[in-house]
């Protein structure tokens, strides 16, 4: 019975130095990770190429938030969503990008001051 619960220790421990070795990894080594702020009533870079699998991390300040929408409301400055991607106000948030395509997003109280983008997904 104690050797049982040691080798339990023992492997909650690796698992645990496991994560976090990985996660560091991810971090530290993933050269495919790309951000987008919002310094101001636009979002920096408007324009992002990306490849398939990145991991684009959305880092809004509090007044903006970035919500996916699809390509007919980007062109008409509208700002319902796709029920794509969304960051809420103030919110940092990671997302993979799974699709080749172009994904359109805006800010939705700031859309008249054309704060929107798109990123461009290539395989
Ligand atoms: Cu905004």
Redesign the pocket.
Known sequence: MEKQIRVCLILIVISLLFSCTKNTLEINENSNIKTIT?PG?YFSPDTLIASLGDTITFSMTP???AIEVSEETYTNNDTQSNNGFSINYGETKNIILDQAKVYYYV?Q??IQFN?KGIIIVLE
């Open positions: 919002s009533m007044t903006h938030n800010c109280p700031h704060m």
